[in-house]
Each structure stands twice: as C-alpha cells, then as structure tokens.
C-alpha cells in the first residue's frame, strides 16, 4: 500500500476513533445544559491538554476535522440513523444499547448513508475495528450483524467508491 494511502486511512481511523468519544461524550452528558458546541470545545480542549496531541500535531488535526465531519453528520441525522439502528436490532430497543457500540453503529450508518467516498465495506471494517478498541468481544459479532444488514439495503455498491 502506498504511504499517502497508509495516512489517509490512519486519519480516518483516528477521526472515527474520536468521533466515538465526541459521540459517547455528548450522550452521557446530554442531561447537562451544555450544548454539542460546548461538548466539542470541551472535548477538543482535554484533548489538546493530554498527549494524545504530543505525537503529531499535524496528524491529529486532520483527524480531528475527519472527526467533527463525522460526529456532526451523526448528530445531524441521528433520527434516520437510530429508526434504522431499530429496525435492524432484533429485540433490541436503541436505547437499551451500550453507548459505545450504539455510537461505533451510528458513525458507519452515517458513513453508508452519507458518505459517498467511502465503500459501505469499509465503514463496517472500521465499526469492527472500534468495537475491539472500545467494547468487548460480544459486540463486535452484535455490529457486523445490524451493519451487513442495513448494507445489503443500500442500493450503491459495498465495495467501491461511488462518485
């Protein structure tokens, strides 16, 4: 794989990864007057203010508008994502969900839904990979199921760019 490819996929994986903090944030906060720009700014701010910045300024600035254009899609069309979440979850009422594997599913419904430049495929790889990250082994088995369910709905294809 090319090096600029390698980055590109880095950033993006890292403005998800972040993403599902913003998300995850804004939603165990939400009871709290502060609104989503307020979270933003607070989140961006311990962020900075930790070493996840440290390593490469550069890199994590990239990340972080992967991540706002994310988070702020989500946040912008959460209706449509959670009726899907609802109908593709089984028994599962959305707001019975783990926040973080509820947040990994939202981001790569909006991906699928949203984000032209990215192959459905892709969006669900990545849900996986998060889920390693953030939750535990059950939920990764949990989101490739409602995701391959919800893709097989889409009219584009699952594995290439749609332009």
């Known amino acids: 794989m090319a090096k600029g490819k390698h980055n590109t996929v880095s950033l993006?994986?890292?403005?998800?990864?972040?993403?599902?903090?913003?998300?995850?944030?804004?939603?165990?906060?939400?009871d709290d007057e502060m609104s989503v720009t307020s979270e933003l700014e607070k989140f961006w701010q311990q962020a900075t203010d930790s070493d996840v910045f440290k390593e490469?300024?550069?890199i994590h600035l990239k990340g972080k508008a992967f991540a706002e254009r994310l988070s702020n899609g989500v946040l912008?069309?959460?209706d449509e994502i959670d009726e899907l979440l609802k109908k593709y979850?089984?028994?599962?009422?959305?707001?019975?969900?783990?926040?973080?594997?509820?947040?990994?599913?939202?981001i790569a419904i909006f991906e699928m839904l949203h984000c032209i430049d990215i192959p459905p495929i892709v969006s669900i790889n990545e849900?996986?990979?998060l889920s390693k990250e953030y939750s535990d082994d059950k939920s990764k088995?949990?989101?490739?199921?409602i995701l391959n369910n919800i893709k097989n709905t889409l009219s584009r294809s699952a594995r290439g760019e749609n332009k």
Not at 91 to 98: E, G, H, L, Q, T
């Open 56 to 58: 490469s300024k550069r």
């Open 12 to 30: 993006k994986h890292l403005g998800r990864s972040f993403a599902v903090q913003i998300l995850f944030q804004i939603e165990v906060n939400k």
């Open 89 to 106: 979850s089984q028994k599962w009422d959305v707001s019975r969900m783990a926040i973080v594997d509820k947040n990994i599913m939202r």
């Open 127 to 129: 849900g996986i990979e």
């Open 141 to 145: 088995v949990f989101i490739n199921g």
């Open 76 to 78: 912008d069309n959460i």
